[in-house]
Nanobody, 121 residues
Framework: QVQLVESGGGLVQHGGSLRLSCAAS????????IGWFRQAPGKEREGVSC????????YYADSVKGRFTISRDNAKNTMYLQMNSLKPEDTAVYYC??????????????WGQGTQVTVSS
C-alpha cells in the first residue's frame, strides 16, 4: 500500500528554518514525481514544490522560490523540503504527495497526513 508520512514541522520564529521530511513506502520514490503542497485555514491549497523523476527538474511556487529547496534521498526513499527565511505567511499544514507518474504538473493521487508549520511574527 502506498504511504507517505510527513514530519519535521513545528513552531519557529520569522527568519528561522525547518526541514520537512516525507518518508515513502509501498513504491520506489525514484520512479515518481513527488512534491509538497500546503493549506492554511480558510485558504486555497497551494502547490509549493515538486521534483520530477524523468529529468530531475525541480519547481517552486513564486512565494517560496529562493527560500525553499526540495531534494530526495533515494537510499532512504525519503524526500525533503528545506525551508529557510520562514515568514508568517508560510504558516500552514504541509503535505507531501505524488501524482503517481514521473512528471510534475498533475493532480496528486496520494498524500500524507500533513505536518503543521507555524511561523511567529
Amino acid at each position: 500500500q502506498v504511504q507517505l508520512v510527513e514530519s519535521g514541522g513545528g513552531l519557529v520564529q520569522h527568519g528561522g528554518s525547518l526541514r520537512l521530511s516525507c518518508a515513502a513506502s509501498g513504491f520506489t520514490l525514484d520512479y515518481y514525481a513527488i512534491g509538497w503542497f500546503r493549506q492554511a485555514p480558510g485558504k486555497e491549497r497551494e502547490g509549493v514544490s515538486c521534483i520530477s523523476s524523468s529529468d530531475g527538474s525541480a519547481y517552486y511556487a513564486d512565494s517560496v522560490k529562493g527560500r525553499f529547496t526540495i531534494s530526495r534521498d533515494n537510499a532512504k526513499n525519503t524526500m525533503y523540503l528545506q525551508m529557510n527565511s520562514l515568514k508568517p505567511e508560510d504558516t500552514a499544514v504541509y503535505y507531501c504527495g505524488t501524482p503517481n507518474t514521473i512528471d510534475c504538473g498533475y493532480e496528486y493521487d496520494y498524500w500524507g497526513q500533513g505536518t503543521q508549520v507555524t511561523v511567529s511574527s
